[in-house]
């Protein structure tokens, strides 16, 4: 069946680091690939997307590629600020509608 | 409304009892989504809607669960004879057709005690 891994957290760095979260999927077919975000009190909250193979989402400074040869979808970011403090989800749409299938969250602490 | 809304936000019940999850989507959505997600855990699936019929339900632990959506808007998450094991923060989503961005809820967070 299809899943995702990502790494384990939590994550913890200095304001301006340089962030990445690895995540691997195993699927059948082509799957939609997504960073999901949920801040600190808040709902879950799409970060950035990429539907077919060497597709790079990029939003708020985040970015992350479809990577078909490796079937990963890194998330990274150049500085992260304090901000960026929250637990980040990797997940895929295997389906032709809207099911999503996550991975485990990995936890974000950035410090001043 | 602007927002996925869930309500309660969070719920304690006793071993044993029923209980109701009420989800009020972004209006004109037509695809309706549960999830559950357990402390460390993501999110998983348990049932889509389009429109008033659950298209899929295969995410649904067991015969306990069970799920509606009468007129196509609002949504409620039945859960009978509740267990320990049923504690997790219940996520709705939202989207305008099935395969577009979902939008979540806060969830519900669930304790049976």
Known sequence: GNSVTQMEGPVTLSEEAFLTINCTYTATGYPSLF???QYPGEGLQ?????TKADDKGSNKGFEATYRKETTSFHLEKGSVQVSDSAVYFCALKA???GKLQFGAGTQVVVTP | GAGVSQTPSNKVTEKGKYVELRCDPISGHTALYWYRQSLGQGPEFLIYFQGTGAADDSGLPNDRFFAVRPEGSVSTLKIQ???RGDSAVYLCASSST???EAFFGQGTR???V
């Open chain 1, 35 to 37: 960073w999901y975000v």
């Open chain 1, 46 to 50: 799409l970060l950035l997307k990429a």
């Open chain 1, 95 to 97: 389906d032709s509608w």
């Open chain 2, 81 to 83: 004879r509740t267990e």
């Open chain 2, 98 to 100: 099935g395969n577009t």
């Open chain 2, 110 to 112: 669930l304790t049976v």
